[in-house]
């Protein structure tokens, strides 16, 4: 079997693994990290695959392709650890090559380079953006409907009864302040492309 029918592409940290879980629950045979992937084994019956890893590399790629997007200021808020090797080891290098960015010591403007160029790459693929935060059984159905898999509202229901939004976060960081993002190009970029997607990074988000 090839390629899965479905990718839903992110910056990481938003909650991949949540919809991914979700949606298996709900009767979408989703994988999380599964076909685009570093180092396990790939599925390869799998319907979708929700992998921020799969940006930069979906040409080619025929399928569906979802954007699963969260509230930009606690995306950066662990992006920016996550851009460094001897935190994330070989994601930091990847994540270097896809976003073209080359660590300068300035974790928070790197973090807000790496996001804006994860965003434009994703923004380019999908037709769909997905938000985290209210992602629900409206979104599920619409997910099963455009992949051709029926989902039944009960079961639907009960997957997103049965696991929180918070299901696989990793430790929390101390979360950046829009005053701490370094003024210039890339912050009106940063700060635009969140409107595009949804969010007013400005001031607190109407999604929080």
């Given at each position: 079997?090839?390629a899965?029918?479905?990718?839903i592409?992110?910056?990481?940290?938003c909650?991949?693994?949540?919809?991914?879980?979700?949606?298996?629950?709900a009767?979408?045979?989703?994988?999380?990290?599964?076909?685009?992937?570093m180092?396990a084994?790939r599925?390869y019956?799998?319907?979708?695959?929700?992998s921020?890893?799969a940006?930069?590399?979906l040409d080619?790629?025929?399928?569906?392709v979802?954007?699963?997007?969260?509230?930009?200021?606690?995306?950066?808020?662990?992006?920016?650890?996550?851009?460094?090797?001897?935190?994330?080891?070989d994601?930091?290098?990847?994540?270097?090559?896809?976003?073209g960015?080359?660590?300068?010591?300035d974790?928070i403007?790197?973090?807000?380079r790496?996001?804006n160029?994860?965003?434009?790459?994703?923004?380019?693929?999908a037709?769909?953006?997905?938000?985290?935060?209210?992602?629900?059984?409206?979104?599920?159905?619409?997910i099963g409907?455009?992949?051709?898999?029926?989902?039944s509202?009960?079961?639907?229901?009960?997957?997103?009864?049965?696991?929180?939004?918070n299901?696989?976060?990793?430790?929390?960081y101390e979360?950046?302040?829009?005053?701490?993002l370094?003024?210039?190009d890339?912050?009106?970029?940063?700060?635009?492309l969140a409107?595009?997607?949804?969010?007013?990074?400005?001031?607190?988000?109407?999604?929080?």
């Amino acid at each position: 079997m090839g390629a899965p029918r479905f990718v839903i592409v992110s910056t990481g940290r938003c909650g991949s693994s949540y919809v991914a879980k979700v949606l298996r629950d709900a009767g979408i045979y989703c994988g999380h990290e599964n076909w685009w992937t570093m180092h396990a084994p790939r599925v390869y019956d799998l319907v979708g695959d929700s992998s921020w890893l799969a940006v930069g590399h979906l040409d080619g790629y025929t399928g569906d392709v979802f954007h699963l997007v969260a509230d930009p200021m606690k995306v950066l808020s662990r992006l920016q650890h996550e851009l460094d090797p001897s935190y994330s080891g070989d994601y930091a290098l990847h994540r270097q090559q896809v976003s073209g960015v080359k660590p300068s010591g300035d974790w928070i403007r790197d973090a807000v380079r790496a996001y804006n160029a994860y965003i434009r790459q994703c923004v380019a693929a999908a037709w769909w953006h997905i938000h985290v935060e209210t992602f629900d059984a409206t979104d599920i159905h619409n997910i099963g409907v455009v992949v051709g898999v029926e989902v039944s509202l009960q079961r639907t229901h009960e997957a997103l009864a049965r696991t929180p939004k918070n299901w696989n976060t990793k430790p929390n960081y101390e979360r950046l302040r829009f005053e701490d993002l370094p003024p210039g190009d890339d912050l009106d970029e940063f700060v635009s492309l969140a409107r595009w997607v949804g969010y007013e990074v400005t001031s607190p988000t109407a999604r929080d």
